[in-house]
């Protein structure tokens, strides 16, 4: 067998590409279709290809977790302040006790 049919034919079909950079080491970005319908997307020379169905339901997921973050920071934020509260009260309290033992002797 020669050198060129060794090879592996390329039939990735570009169908976006971002206008090349003049920094030095980089790489173009671009989104393409595999032969056998993935979607693939380039970015600095990571690539991920996935079936159209998964690249939708990563949206998906990730708008799920984004408001399970907002849930969870809420949660977090709201126990916080109920902590602080918390705090602020027991100080409270620990200086009506101290400031009566030292009027009781």
């Known amino acids: 067998m020669s050198e ?3 090879c592996s034919q390329n039939t990735d079909k570009i169908i976006w590409k971002e206008p090349h950079s003049d920094h030095w080491g ?3 970005d671009y989104i393409f279709v595999t032969e056998t319908g993935g979607i693939g997307v380039n970015v600095a ?4 290809v996935k079936p159209l169905k998964e690249w939708h339901s990563l949206e998906s997921s990730l708008s799920q977790s984004q408001a399970e973050v907002k849930e969870l920071t809420k949660v977090i934020e709201d126990r916080g302040h109920a902590f602080q509260d918390a705090v602020q009260k027991a100080m409270k ?3 009506f006790w ?4 030292e009027l009781s002797t």
């Open 98 to 101: 101290k400031a009566q033992a």
């Open 26 to 28: 980089s790489f173009d």
């Open 45 to 48: 020379g990571m690539v991920y």
């Open 4 to 6: 060129k049919e060794e």
């Open 93 to 95: 309290d620990r200086d």
